[in-house]
């Protein structure tokens, strides 16, 4: 009778089945649960202190389970671990509020960061940690693996194999970690049918379907109003194509989300092509389909688009141009936010993102007081991957501009990712987004964190670009350089205004900080008319029709 | 007529499809492809120039659509462009001298790199790149993306679902990245059944299936005989386990394979008991199933391992042991290269291996002259993840070490994984394994590479570990220390004898470098009666019988 030690969690699974089976009787037919029953059902096989991952992506989201877990009887069901991509939901927060949650490891809470720094000011949460979405995934494999996971697919069939459409997003990576490691697997879906478009998740690895009353929650996270693009963002969209992409030869990459990147995509097909790069940068994405990028697309500039989750309103335009996504053979797109994370670290050449406040050492935070906001998947895609072997021109030019002239083991040659901070010296309600001290450091004695919350650290960061030019931070050869490199484009802030004026005239001199002159770059020439698509209906013509903005976006 | 042109994937796929059920008529069935067909299947469906994703595996090949391939007309099927994992199989270089192949990207080739560096010399292959495994997998989804994909599973049912079973390894990588941009999937089984004991891969994502004439190739390459451990091997794992280990209070890792790192396993249950270390280091495992972690795991140290593969007559013990295993519901294990490769990068604390050359930048590098072996999994694991942003003590001391007293963007605190690289003085037929200058620099300019192959980078290394004592590099201050850190515990090789012996003292003075002595470590004790298992008998019968070695290791 040794065995059984050994085994306990599969015993443990064995009877949270059988509770299961029940407590639900006939309202569980094979793996399928009846609506009614999914508070009986959590209450059933969840026991105090589990693990469980509930799936709140960056835009699907797992709300009917969520909601769920929130109606069960705390008595029963307390002090559960959660571990979840994104709180995005106020459900997220309120099995905090009744105890039926305590603890909390995630990696992004978008408009629950005021809410949360409430709640772990107050005591009612203990974060674990903040991670990068990659991150997480591979502690789930770790010392962060769910005892349950509650998880959103579109369709089930009666075995209950699962279709999770267009916006797979998480679910592979929590479903494999989930299943094979005795744990439990719970999944709404938004219908049940005979037959699968094609089979996402094996029925094997999926415990219970439950058929919510309501389609899943999906956010339309990556859709920019081209209407809304500045003559500003027109300038720095200009310069990061020239002073950037060009300047490396950048093939590979990814955009954060954002109407200065939105910019970019829809200057490709006009000032791109003005320039003769069609072909020579920007073939292969890893990116949500972003509306933004269909002039591109259509114009033939992307060979390739690998996508962490789908965009709403994509998905006639996707099934019509399947040669640029990854699609199954029913037509529709796999999205994969494990494996698209990956290629943003190991297989791209750049990483372009906004910032809301960079410090003079380059180390840049979306956190602001009062709010634990979170990473996402900026730290992985905008950090050095110092694993990567490949070379391409691009990472072998930002590589040796930064090795150049050094020694020592700083000095053995090698390659470097480009990661640009693409911001506006001063944003919304005149605050400046260079300063000297970064709100993360009061943040971190706020929430008690062990390092105060940067998102991209100075060391990481290759180019720095405001509406007042490009600071080349490769180039730097000392701090002092460095600090007044960020000066240098920093603008009218307090901290434009304190540079040294003649040591950053000598940066310019180096082409360490570029103008727009420098560039060739006229700013009268930076109008909205250079945009492929002015608004959102520009971007459904473009589409032939295809594109199917939601509601929200629809002005015309 | 304008959407056929932007489904040209999904076009040629269907052609594809059609032209193999022309050419099979009968010997296609279903998904199932008669054994004698294989070439027919090759030859119909492959077209010249073609990217392919040969299943070449770290311990998985498969081997009989490797055969396969060698034995199509290279007149009909030509220049393709191979990438896979692994060369491990003579087939996996003969398609290039046929004319078959013609371009390579790959991650490692053991013991084909003589050959493979004699066919780059003679222009008989162009090699694209040299790629960590992750890496390779994340260009699957960029710009390496194979068009037909040719993988290995123990078993396939009637409809083409696969159990892959304990190697499940890179296949889901593989197949993800081919099934989803419209290529076509060829599987290899070794066995049809009715009802497989679990789906790993569904149907829907496997175009065909060929039943093997013979089991597909495993190599056990993760077992070490502690037979063969030697007294000076137990002496560095004394100095691993208290001199870093137990510093740093180290609980997730990964072990590179060798008898170094199984002399450390093999030391937890004796001489970490001793220590009282238990539960304080070595919980969480991103690893194979290493034979010689069984004592530690039998005395309770381990709380969960995730793997990358399998290892051959670990089955049984597996299986009893399912709550350390990430297994399925069916008992057996669930390996993925790509899940723990992530784990490895993001959720360990530290990486540990050897190697066979360092230089006094701390570079270290497995490549010798006329060899092309690549890198494996060792750059992902053995660089900091500077994407991570979750603490743990081990990372924070790292960091903090690292960091103290500098300033600008490399004083921001942060964290930092360890990077231990454990290497005797001299290796076999008494190389220096310390030298000025590394042969990845000759071999280079051999191969025509961008860059020297450096498997582990100088700035990344955080530890070296050798007879004479520990390196601590995080504390070096200047190019000057750091090389005379790692002459201090070079020895008597050239290197060693160099060093500045008064700069040595100070830095041992410091507590950069540590001596067995200031360890608290008599060498006297580092006998082989320390190890908890000192044969392969002894291994087998702390498993209660369940672990079985393959033949050739069983020598009693």
């Not at 203990?126 to 990659?134: D, F, N, V």
């Not at 349950?148 to 459409?165: E, I, K, M, P, W």
């Not at 350089?481 to 307090?494: L, M």
Request: net charge negative; hydrophobic share 40%.
């Amino acid at each position: 009778m040794n065995a059984p030690a050994w085994n306990l969690r599969d015993r443990q699974r064995r009877e949270r089945l059988a509770r299961a089976a029940e407590a639900l009787g006939s309202r569980l037919q094979g793996r399928h649960v009846a609506t009614d029953a999914a508070v009986a059902l959590l209450e059933a096989v969840l026991e105090p202190g589990d693990r469980v991952c509930l799936e709140g992506n960056n835009q699907k989201q797992a709300d009917f389970l969520a909601q769920a877990l929130t109606q069960v009887d705390a008595q029963r069901v307390h002090d559960l671990h959660m571990v979840q991509s994104v709180l995005a939901l106020p459900e997220h927060l309120d099995v905090f509020e009744t105890g039926i949650a305590k603890r909390l490891d995630f990696s992004f809470s978008g408009p629950q960061g005021g809410r949360l720094a409430k709640l772990v000011s107050s005591g009612g949460i203990e974060i674990g940690a903040i991670h990068t979405y990659l991150e997480l995934f591979a502690r789930y494999f770790v010392d962060l693996t769910p005892k349950v996971a509650l998880v959103a697919a579109h369709a089930a069939d009666r075995q209950g194999n699962l279709y999770t459409g267009p916006n797979t997003e998480d679910t592979p990576a929590i479903v494999e970690a989930t299943a094979f490691s005795g744990g439990l697997v719970i999944a709404q879906v938004n219908e049940v049918v005979d037959v699968l478009p094609r089979i996402d998740i094996p029925a094997d690895w999926v415990d219970f379907v439950v058929k919510a009353p309501r389609p899943n929650l999906i956010e339309p996270l990556f859709t920019r109003d081209p209407a809304q693009i500045s003559e500003i963002q027109v300038l720095m969209a200009m310069m990061a194509i020239k002073g950037i992409y060009a300047e490396y030869g950048v093939q590979r990459l990814n955009h954060g989300i954002g109407f200065d990147t939105a910019a970019i995509e829809l200057l490709l097909p006009t000032y791109g092509e003005q320039l003769g790069l069609k072909g020579k940068i920007c073939k292969h994405w890893a990116l949500n389909p972003h509306p933004a990028l269909i002039p591109a697309i259509e114009a033939g500039w992307v060979e390739s688009i690998h996508s962490f989750g789908s965009e709403l309103g994509m998905e006639d335009y996707i099934r019509a141009r399947s040669d640029v996504f990854f699609t199954g053979a029913d037509g529709s797109l796999r999205s994969n936010r494990a494996f698209c994370q990956a290629a943003g670290h190991y297989a791209c050449d750049l990483f372009i993102g906004s910032t809301l406040q960079m410090d003079l050492q380059g180390n840049s935070s979306t956190a602001t007081l009062g709010r634990i906001t979170g990473f996402g998947g900026a730290p992985n895609m905008g950090a050095d991957a110092r694993g990567r072997r490949h070379a391409s021109p691009a990472w072998l030019k930002a590589g040796g501009e930064a090795r150049a002239g050094r020694q020592g083991a700083a000095g053995t040659p090698r390659g470097q990712k480009l990661v640009v901070q693409m911001v506006e010296t001063f944003r919304e309600h005149m605050q400046p987004a260079f300063v000297e001290t970064l709100d993360a450091w009061t943040l971190q004695q706020q929430a008690g964190m062990a390092l105060p919350p940067i998102m991209i650290y100075g060391e990481d960061v290759t180019h720095v670009l405001t509406e007042e030019g490009i600071a080349n931070l490769l180039l730097c050869r000392s701090d002092e350089e460095r600090e007044q490199a960020i000066r240098g484009v920093a603008g009218y802030t307090a901290v434009g205004l304190a540079r040294d004026a003649r040591m950053v005239e000598n940066l310019r001199d180096r082409g360490v900080i570029k103008r727009p002159a420098d560039l060739g770059i006229d700013p009268r020439e930076a109008t909205r008319n250079l945009l492929a698509a002015r608004s959102m209906r520009d971007l459904v013509r473009a589409s032939g029709g295809l594109y199917a903005p939601p509601k929200r976006f629809r002005n015309w």
